[in-house]
C-alpha cells in the first residue's frame, strides 16, 4: 500500500519530469493531483467511491482539450496507475459510476499512442 509521502514523492518527480517535457493544457502533475480525491477508491478495496472524486476526474476530463493532450494524459495517468498499483477494474467502472464519457478506456493495457 502506497503512503500519502509516497504519493507525495511521486508527484514531485513527476513535476520534475512536465518542467522538463513540454508544456501540456493539463500538465501530469496537475493531473495526478487533482485525482487525490481518488486516491483510496482506486488502491483500496473496501473504500467507495466519492462525489469528490467523481467531481474531480469529471473536470480533469473537461481538460483535456486536444488528442496531444489526451495522449499525454494517457500515458502520464497510466505510468502513476502502475506506480500506485490501481485496482483495474476500479479505473476501468470510474467513467461508468461517474456518468463521465471518456475517449480511452481506462486500462493498463491501454495503447495511449492512438
Given at each position: 500500500m502506497?503512503?500519502?509521502s509516497s504519493t507525495l514523492w511521486i508527484l514531485?518527480?513527476?513535476?520534475?519530469?512536465?518542467?522538463?517535457?513540454?508544456?501540456?493544457?493539463v500538465s501530469c502533475p496537475?493531473?495526478?493531483?487533482m485525482?487525490?480525491?481518488?486516491q483510496d477508491y482506486l488502491v483500496k478495496h473496501s473504500a467507495k467511491l466519492t462525489v469528490?472524486?467523481?467531481?474531480?476526474?469529471?473536470?480533469?476530463?473537461?481538460m483535456v482539450n486536444?488528442?496531444?493532450?489526451?495522449k499525454d494524459l494517457c500515458s502520464?495517468?497510466?505510468?502513476?496507475?502502475?506506480?500506485?498499483?490501481?485496482?483495474?477494474d476500479r479505473a476501468k467502472s470510474l467513467p461508468g459510476q461517474c456518468h463521465i464519457q471518456v475517449p480511452v478506456p481506462l486500462d493498463?493495457?491501454?495503447?495511449c499512442s492512438r
Amino acid at each position: 500500500m502506497v503512503g500519502r509521502s509516497s504519493t507525495l514523492w511521486i508527484l514531485a518527480l513527476l513535476l520534475v519530469a512536465t518542467a522538463i517535457s513540454n508544456a501540456n493544457a493539463v500538465s501530469c502533475p496537475q493531473a495526478i493531483s487533482m485525482l487525490l480525491p481518488c486516491q483510496d477508491y482506486l488502491v483500496k478495496h473496501s473504500a467507495k467511491l466519492t462525489v469528490s472524486c467523481c467531481q474531480a476526474a469529471n473536470k480533469l476530463n473537461d481538460m483535456v482539450n486536444s488528442k496531444v493532450d489526451l495522449k499525454d494524459l494517457c500515458s502520464c495517468l497510466k505510468q502513476a496507475a502502475a506506480s500506485l498499483h490501481v485496482i483495474a477494474d476500479r479505473a476501468k467502472s470510474l467513467p461508468g459510476q461517474c456518468h463521465i464519457q471518456v475517449p480511452v478506456p481506462l486500462d493498463p493495457n491501454v495503447d495511449c499512442s492512438r
